[in-house]
């Protein structure tokens, strides 16, 4: 059996999920905003469940639901939540996002997702792992619709994606009167160049906040922003 990923106060098992724990998932988990104190949250395509996981230690939410549509992943999930320490807030529903919105009357006033972005067609050999990480298994027209669907009106939609979509991305965005609110953008070392956008949005305008993340410093050296970010979940922080 493979070891779980240790955090410092919960551990998530990812043997079976085609989409393990990185970066980019901590990163959505650590910075995602709940200053709101949402009382609902919503995680779109819950993977092992590692952002929601963070979120029920983050928050004070009643009801964190997440909805993935591989059903290793979601048979996953569900052991992860149900081995947490807030095993009573936390659900998962094996659906599709279109199923869900169909199916569910409910707002959520914190929407996260960690979305499958894979714009070049690229085929590992692993069917499952691809399909994660295809853009074609949920662009991002479709998870802005859904998301405002499934918003509560003065709610927030908090996701990371690639820095080369981010422009793209809040034009869709805007088009349903989605805005930013606050944008991260992150590099890996000083010299390498912004890879991903933390975005944050809402119903309507409002004036955006934007900050820079630099990951290393050098090899295994993490910048204090980084360690400050993420220093409640990494055993090593």
Request: hydrophobic share 40%; charged share 25%.
């Amino acid at each position: 059996m493979t070891k779980p990923f240790l955090f410092k106060q919960f551990q998530v098992h990812q043997d079976r999920c085609a989409m393990k724990i990185g970066t980019d998932g901590v990163l959505l988990g650590a910075w995602t905003s709940v200053e709101h104190q949402p009382m609902s949250i919503l995680d779109i395509g819950a993977g092992t469940g590692v952002v929601a996981l963070m979120l029920a230690q983050r928050s004070h939410a009643e009801t964190i639901d997440g909805i993935e549509i591989d059903e290793d992943a979601y048979e996953q999930c569900v052991e992860n939540f149900e081995a947490s320490d807030w095993a009573d807030r936390l659900f998962c529903y094996h659906a599709s996002l279109d199923e869900f919105v169909n199916e569910m009357d409910d707002k959520y006033e914190l929407i996260v997702s960690n979305p499958p972005f894979y714009s070049e067609i690229m085929a590992s050999g692993n069917e499952s792992r691809d399909m994660a990480r295809q853009n074609q298994s949920l662009p991002f027209g479709e998870l802005l619709s859904s998301v405002v669907k499934l918003l509560a009106e003065n709610g927030t939609f908090s996701t990371i994606i690639p820095f080369k979509e981010e422009e793209r991305f809040l034009d869709l965005a805007a088009a349903i009167n989605l805005h930013p609110k606050r944008l991260m953008r992150i590099k890996g070392n000083p010299k390498s160049e912004i890879k991903r956008s933390l975005l944050e949005l809402q119903i309507g305008k409002t004036s955006v906040e934007i900050e820079n993340l630099t990951i290393e410093s050098a090899r295994h050296q993490y910048t204090k922003e980084y360690i400050d970010l993420t220093k409640d979940f990494y055993l090593k922080m």
